[in-house]
């Protein structure tokens, strides 16, 4: 095909045109509308769900912003080095599609794409502080998993490249899972142009997403598939671990631990699997505040071999007391367990009541910052997806699955118990 001037001129102001015939990408409607808005000269804010094309459709609004305009930094960030990376792999994937486009590149590293016509695309990461991506300026600037990224390195430092070259931003992100941050401020920005797509929509046009979908969809947490395949920022009207309470309890600086510091003292809780759920066990650090410093999941373990594992963590770290839920488990697993350890163990049957106190426990030492947590993503998924129900007969508290929450307050409530025996303890009445 003969590129002409005039040819030239239409793909300039058309980026779906540019995607379709230039770089052999075919946008399913919801991507569409994505390019149209990127050549509206505005800021775009784009809210969709996971494995929805969100990333490959900016990367080809980028190769068609950068082929056609000179002398301009474009910049990619997402939350690390190796998520902006794979973008600008995407970037790199399609102007290697096309002679004339690969042609044009005169410099080409992992971080780096410059065109002949002096613009150049590079990729960063945000980091935890944003102290390294400080003092770029940027024409068109694209954030990557928008809502993962710390508000104040966005607000404080990614705005501000584009400030003075007065840069489009686009961003693109499924909502936080706690956070109503910059991301939900941008999508409330009346200036800015919204598009929201869930993945289920991107499933109508691909049949190899669909069947990815139904796989997901039956093993994931209601709340997590609302948020993240659905893209939505999910109502907090039911949920008893808020977004701001979880934000509060998350310690940037804890990281899990193989074993146990000898100057500390620490409690567990065992939830036991039942069925198809897991046995967790939650190690907690006593102190002010006390620490959650492991959580460890074991998926379909025999109760004998649960009983020598837990042995073998009692002895890492030094634990003085572990409590473990004995709903529909009978005594036999206390007695086995009780027999291999060194500390008290005691065994908390789930009666409503007694579920009710144990909740209520775990969420006062989270609000008052009496326990602190290391971020874990299945359990800060559990614990936002855990609901209650006010009845007749008190507070329900359920989760889709809930065998990591339960854990984290059978340890949290050891904690509080430390050295003395709750009154949940098997056969003593309220």
């Known amino acids: 095909m003969k590129i002409t001037e ?4 239409e793909l300039a102001k058309d980026n ?10 075919n946008p399913y409607p919801p991507q569409v509308k994505v390019l149209r808005a990127c050549m509206s000269g505005k800021d775009v804010v784009i809210c969709a769900g996971r494995q929805s094309g969100k990333s490959i459709t900016l990367a080809a609004d980028c190769v068609h912003y950068a082929f056609f305009n000179p002398e301009k930094n474009v910049i990619i ?30 410099r080409e590293t992992t971080e780096i ?47 501000p490249m584009g400030a003075h070259a007065g840069a489009t931003i686009i961003q693109a992100s499924t909502p936080h899972p706690t956070k109503r941050n910059h991301f939900w401020d941008a999508w409330n920005d009346p200036n800015a142009i919204k598009i929201y797509f869930s993945t289920e929509e991107i499933a109508r046009y691909n049949k190899s997403t669909a069947k990815y979908l139904e796989k997901i969809r039956a093993r994931t947490p209601p709340l997590r598939y609302a948020r993240e395949y659905l893209a939505k920022f999910v109502s907090e009207s039911n949920v008893v ?77 030094n634990i003085i007391k572990v409590a473990v839920d004995q709903t529909g488990v009978g005594e036999a697993f206390i007695e086995d367990l009780t027999e291999k350890v060194e500390c008290p163990v005691e065994g908390v049957k789930f009666t409503q009541q007694q579920k009710e106190k144990l909740i209520e426990n775990l969420l006062a030492m989270l609000e008052t910052g009496k326990l602190k947590l290391y971020y874990d993503r299945d359990l800060y998924d559990e614990l936002y997806s855990y609901t209650f129900k006010i009845t007749s007969s008190g507070i329900k508290y359920r989760g889709a699955q809930d065998d990591r929450v339960d854990a984290l307050a059978l340890a949290a409530w050891a904690a509080k118990h430390k050295h003395t025996v709750s009154p949940f303890i098997v056969g003593v009445e309220w």
């Open 6 to 9: 005039e040819y030239l001129q």
């Open 16 to 25: 779906v045109k540019f995607a379709r015939e230039i770089l052999r990408f």
């Open 77 to 106: 960030v997402s939350p690390s080095q190796e998520q902006s990376n794979l973008f600008l792999r995407k970037v790199k994937q399609f102007i290697h599609k096309n002679k004339l486009l690969s042609a044009s590149v005169v």
């Open 113 to 159: 794409v410059e065109l002949s016509n002096n613009t150049e695309i590079r990729s960063l990461p945000s980091g935890q502080e944003g102290y390294t991506i400080r003092g770029h300026t940027a024409h068109r600037i694209y954030i990557d998993k928008s809502a993962h990224i710390k508000s104040r390195i966005v607000t404080d430092v990614i705005y």
């Open 241 to 317: 671990f808020s977004h701001s309470v979880l934000e509060n309890a998350i310690d940037e600086k804890l990281e899990p631990l193989d074993s146990g510091d000898p100057r500390k003292t620490y409690v567990a809780g065992v939830d036991l699997g039942k069925h198809r759920s897991s046995t967790v066990l939650a190690i907690v650090q006593l102190g002010k505040p006390a620490k959650l410093v492991r959580l460890v999941v074991y998926r379909k373990t025999a109760y004998k071999q649960i009983a020598r594992l837990i042995k073998a963590w009692t002895k890492r770290f």
